[in-house]
């Protein structure tokens, strides 16, 4: 890691043994010359019981492209999991510490872009905004942006040497993730979804098979549990809990429509406990049991 840019602040990393978890196979540094945007690819370990990442000051942006695992991330709080899958960007949040720990069944390969902080926090002042929420930037990120994946995968395989490309790509991004995944500034008319509640959303549809709470959605969003449906319910007009079991009565709709699965198949793929509980709340989300309206 190189650690003299005047762009960027990378000091916390000067303790971290990058060597036991990732190789590194491209640096836009040292390959390009680029001194505004750092981008860097990784084969990753396929083991980790616990790393710890530093609290860097600078943007963070995490894009897998290869293998498939569920990461287990903890910032102060619990333990949270999310799946760690091509295309399923990540943002990390400045200044704060994590500690991950995940098994997977192969190596991992990621393209990852550090932003210098400084150019994201100049552009929020050019477009009238006060300080960044970046921890909302970050829960907004994580429901997905096909065109950030898309900046960050050409990033990653950009041949061009010099500065003014990767001058150019930082300057997109950062006023992309403010435009598109942060508060608006006063004045102007906020978006009818809330960042969180997309990112709420998302994570709904990645464990949809799974136990999930509100505690679970809150923690993944960075608000409490009160916030969340609050803000849930007057982005979506229904509570966290209805929206989750009507995203599984989805499911089970298509299930008994494309599938030959039985109930008693269906019920923990769409995150029932038991045939018993899909059929009730089968019947009162569409006012049929599931073998009634599999054979209508």
């Excluded at 949270?80 to 994590?98: K, S």
């Excluded at 009238?128 to 898309?150: C, F, H, K, N």
């Excluded at 997109?172 to 102007?188: C, D, K, M, Q, W």
């Excluded at 209805?242 to 709709?253: G, M, S």
Aim: with cysteine.
């Amino acid at each position: 890691m190189v650690f003299d840019s005047a762009h960027f602040d990378l000091q916390p990393y000067a303790g971290f043994d990058m060597h036991r978890y990732v190789r590194r196979t491209h640096c836009s540094w040292e390959n390009l010359g680029w001194q505004s945007l750092l981008v860097q690819r990784f084969e990753h370990v396929p083991l980790v019981e616990e790393m710890e990442l530093p609290a860097a000051p600078d943007l963070h942006l995490v894009l897998p492209v290869g293998g498939r695992t569920v990461i287990e991330t903890r910032a102060g709080g619990r333990w949270r999991r999310h799946t760690w899958a091509p295309g399923r960007l990540e943002l990390a949040v400045p200044d704060r510490p994590v500690r991950r720990r995940y098994r997977a069944d192969g190596p991992l390969r990621s393209v990852q872009v550090h932003l210098p902080r400084s150019a994201v926090e100049q552009a929020a002042e050019r477009l009238g905004g006060g300080a960044v929420d970046y921890a909302g930037m970050a829960a907004s990120v994580a429901a997905g942006d096909p065109l950030i994946e898309e900046a960050v995968r050409a990033a990653g395989s950009a041949e061009e040497p010099g500065d003014l490309y990767a001058e150019s790509a930082a300057a997109f991004l950062a006023v992309h993730l403010l435009t598109r995944h942060a508060r608006l500034p006063a004045g102007r008319a906020p978006a009818r979804e809330d960042a969180r509640v997309r990112a709420a959303i998302a994570l709904m549809r990645d464990r949809l098979a799974e136990p999930l709470t509100l505690a679970d959605l809150a923690d993944e969003v960075y608000l409490s549990v009160y916030h969340l449906v609050r803000v849930f319910s007057r982005a979506t007009g229904e509570t966290p809990h209805r929206y989750l079991t009507r995203l599984r009565i989805e499911k089970a709709r298509h299930l008994l429509r494309e599938t030959d699965l039985t109930v008693a198949q269906i019920a923990p793929l769409c995150g029932f406990a038991s045939p018993g509980a899909l059929s009730t709340a089968f019947l009162r989300h569409t006012g049929a049991r599931p073998s009634a309206y599999r054979n209508s």
